[in-house]
């Protein structure tokens, strides 16, 4: 009787126990999925229409570019990111070399297209000087200092290499910065890769493998 009494209480210890792991199991389901919902509603807030990132420097695309500039045509605060400023003088140079170059060679009568190059010169000026003092600002720098074109070889060497300077990551007094939606993005990822089932032993090798691919890619094209 004894050691049949025994057998029962650690099968109804082993019963305990399992049912124990199995809440355990439950609460950090519902923890992750916690996690999942907060990251994708803060993945999922677009800076472009958030006001706390109304501000911040966006990577652009050139199409993107030339878009955001006309639709904010005289937009001086904020900032500006280097995708930004340099696609916007990739189209104004594109441009002006469309008018003045190729436009006579298609039939075009000169005197037209030096009238368009003028149009086009005097109507694009307000957003190059905007995208100007933005990228200016993205680097902690007043839109004030833009007046160094004045200065000969000295302000250009300065102004191109304020210009290529990469993004205060930081937020700074004239505006935030982005990093905060990338990190929530990256977060977003690794959660769910944490969520996912690996069977076999192959998997963890496939997976970083197929990492390593979108970074380098990414790499590549940003």
């Given amino acids: 009787m004894g050691l049949r009494k025994r057998i029962d209480e650690l099968k109804v210890s082993r019963q305990i126990r399992k049912i124990d792991n199995e809440l355990k199991v439950l609460r950090e389901v519902r923890k992750i999925d916690d996690e999942y919902e907060f990251l994708v509603k803060g993945a999922g807030q677009n800076p ?45 140079a594109l441009t002006i070399f469309g008018l003045a170059v190729v436009a006579p060679f298609a039939g075009l009568d000169r005197m037209y297209a030096d009238y368009l190059v003028a149009i086009f010169v005097v109507s694009s000026m307000i ?26 070889i000295v302000g250009y060497v300065l102004l191109t290499v304020w210009f ?21 993005r990256t977060l977003h990822r690794t959660s769910q890769r944490s969520v996912n089932p690996v069977s076999g032993h192959h998997a963890p090798q496939s997976g970083s493998s197929r990492s390593f691919l979108r970074k380098f890619l990414r790499k590549i094209l940003s």
Avoid at 55 to 75: E, Q
Avoid at 164 to 181: I, Q
């Fill in 127 to 152: 957003p190059s000087v905007a995208r100007v003092v933005r990228r200016l600002h993205d680097t902690n720098k007043p839109g004030t200092y833009a007046l160094f074109w004045f200065t000969p």
């Fill in 48 to 92: 472009a229409t958030n006001p706390e990132f109304a501000d911040a420097p966006r990577a652009m695309k050139f199409i993107r570019t030339v878009i955001f500039s006309y639709r904010h045509y005289s937009k001086f605060n904020g900032r500006a990111s280097r995708s930004e400023f340099w696609y916007w003088v990739l189209f104004v």
């Fill in 164 to 184: 290529c300077t990469k993004s205060d990551r930081a937020g700074n007094r004239f505006g935030p910065s982005e990093r905060g939606n990338h990190e929530s």
